[in-house]
């Protein structure tokens, strides 16, 4: 079956880095786009980051531009997402997110189970 390991949240500083991780098995990840999410209580969950299946391309929400990067391992089947100069408004819980569009059938997607992330002095 699909199973995530989400790894590499915790607690940082302002300023600070943190680097969060998905290792991913039980679907064929090197043909499945990969995205960040994150979420806070009381808000709707937040796209962060896409990396196309084969690395090429990434794409990223307006607010972690030029801060976050977001790689992939597909001989590792892991999605990474670099995180330096964290904000306290990035404090939250990142989801790993695996998705691929089935033509006659439409998006196919798994989550992972979320990692949580605070960035507090």
């Known amino acids: 079956q699909v199973q995530f390991v989400e790894s590499g949240g915790g607690l940082a500083q302002p300023g600070g880095s943190l680097r969060v991780s998905c290792v991913a098995s039980?679907?064929?990840?090197?043909?499945?786009?990969m995205s960040w999410y994150r979420q806070v209580p009381g808000k709707e969950r937040e796209w962060v980051a896409t990396?196309?299946?084969?690395?090429?391309?990434?794409n990223y929400v307006d607010s972690v531009k030029g801060r976050f990067t977001i790689s992939r391992d597909n001989a590792k089947n892991t999605v990474n997402l670099q995180m330096n100069n964290l904000k306290p408004e990035d404090t939250a819980v990142y989801y790993c997110?695996?998705?691929?569009?089935?033509?006659?059938?439409?998006?196919?997607?798994?989550w992972g189970q979320g990692t949580q992330v605070t960035v507090s002095s």
């Open positions: 997110k695996a998705e691929k569009f089935l033509s006659g059938s439409g998006w196919m997607d798994y």
């Open positions: 039980g679907f064929t990840f090197k043909s499945f786009g």
């Open positions: 990396i196309t299946p084969t690395g090429d391309t990434t």
